[in-house]
């Protein structure tokens, strides 16, 4: 292995693209650091937030936009604008016909659509921001020397706030699009996995500092972690890291058959080749749309029992949807990621396009004839491996729980045993390591995973 990381490097254009790519990602991690000018440094914001409510919400964005909500920094949206926009327009291409005609169209569609994707992306950061700074200044978080005589923020400032955190935004966005163009990697993705893995040394030294500070015990505690529940987790981290890597490459191959041709007196075609179909076609979606949508009941029902004391059944519905323990609130849970898997399957794989690709480039699957028939085929076996990924992704997302509940480890602990955060990292690191490959084999080097 640092035999193939020495030929890396040895290659000057791949060399130079990893390097930059380095410290493009570092520019992230320094400006993740820089506060907005009118944030008091002595608080934080999770401190003062309810568990269960924006407290949590704000963690679960945090984990997959690359963003500093609680220390709330010129970066402090991450990018998650900019995949909100990338997925709204991916859903209205499937339901709007300019935008479906427009994606068709080539690479001049796919430069238009990410045109108007930015220009979306300006338009929530703005909206966002406003409503964030306005969050920090209920929650008591400006500085005193920043707040006018009635004790509100004056408009100046929010206004120089909404747009410092826009621009910082923007900035990451082209952070991403120099990472796609001159370094190597999915820009975005990248961003989002530093973000992840910059908060692995503080978990590590959670998880740990109790094992220094009252010594070594066999047997743990509430709070602290002994040698056994130590190994347990190292052994469960890794078997749950190869679960994810078995179903991430996981693939349903669908032999094909292509038609033979002659052309004056050669044979051209006949060979037999396979139709590759993920297993987790969804990916990370999935867990991203039932995370994010399970938290606004959870507000609301609080928000209700609040202002309705008297409701009995408001305050149960309440306790439930607060208890991130529960039964009820995992089980729903687990529904949520099964639904958005089918969605956003049927949303991203279309069966009769795929038949019809096959019809031209005059290639059949054996047994069934090409058109109707082959997308029927292709529609059922996708629905079938469907409930298998999505199965494998509520078994992910539900695993940070049980880990918590059994080991009696902190969720910023048991966060990377499972749920968006080791998903994503996974995804990006085989992305990256293919995109070294695919440079290494160019150049006749064997690959990074190759025995």
Request: hydrophobic residues 50%; proline residues 4%; aromatic residues 12%.
């Amino acid at each position: 292995m640092w035999e193939k990381i020495r030929v890396v490097f040895t290659i000057p254009e791949l060399r130079r693209k990893i390097l930059l790519t380095l410290g493009l990602l570092a520019i992230y991690r320094v400006g993740s650091w820089i506060p907005l000018p009118i944030i008091d440094p002595n608080k934080k914001l999770f401190g003062g937030l309810q568990e269960g409510g924006l407290g949590e919400i704000f963690k679960n964005v945090a984990t997959f936009s690359a963003s500093e909500l609680d220390r709330a920094t010129i970066f402090g949206l991450g990018i998650m604008p900019y995949i909100s926009a990338s997925i709204i327009f991916q859903l209205l291409a499937s339901v709007w016909k300019p935008l479906e005609e427009l994606q068709k169209e080539g690479e001049s569609g796919r430069k238009k659509i990410n045109e108007y994707t930015r220009y979306a992306t300006v338009v929530l950061c703005l909206g966002q921001s406003w409503m964030y700074v306005q969050f920090l200044a209920k929650q008591q978080m400006i500085e005193p020397a920043f707040l006018n005589a009635s004790g509100g923020l004056p408009f100046s400032w929010l206004l120089v706030s909404v747009l410092t955190m826009t621009a910082g935004t923007i900035f990451l966005m082209w952070l991403g699009e120099q990472i796609d163009e001159f370094g190597i990697g999915n820009g975005i993705s990248l961003l989002i996995m530093a973000g992840i893995l910059a908060r692995m040394p503080r978990a590590g030294f959670d998880l740990l500092e109790p094992m220094f500070e009252k010594g070594l015990v066999l047997e743990g505690s509430p709070g602290h972690t002994g040698v056994a529940d130590l190994i347990v987790l190292v052994a469960l981290f890794l078997g749950v890291i190869l679960g994810v890597v078995f179903i991430t490459q996981g693939q349903r191959r669908i032999p094909t058959q292509s038609a033979k041709h002659v052309r004056g007196r050669r044979v051209y075609g006949g060979n037999r080749q396979y139709l590759p179909l993920r297993v987790n076609q969804a990916g990370v979606m999935p867990i991203i749309f039932a995370s994010s949508l399970l938290m606004f009941p959870t507000i609301g029902f609080e928000w209700l029992s609040t202002t309705f004391s008297g409701q009995a059944w408001l305050q149960t519905l309440a306790t439930v949807f607060k208890s991130y323990t529960g039964y009820m609130h995992n089980l729903l849970y687990v529904v949520m990621i099964y639904f958005f898997c089918y969605f956003w399957t049927a949303i991203t794989f279309n069966p009769k396009d795929m038949a019809d690709n096959l019809k031209n480039f005059g290639t059949f699957i054996p047994g069934y004839r090409p058109g109707k028939r082959t997308a029927d085929y292709l529609e059922k076996v996708m629905i079938r491996i469907t409930y298998v990924g999505a199965g494998f992704l509520a078994l992910v997302a539900v695993m940070p729980t049980v880990v918590g509940l059994v080991i009696n480890v902190s969720g910023n602990i048991a966060s990377f045993f499972g749920g968006t955060s080791l998903l994503i990292a996974v995804s990006v690191a085989f992305d990256l390591v293919q995109k070294i490959d695919s440079h290494l084999v160019m150049r006749n080097y064997r690959g990074l995973l190759e025995k």
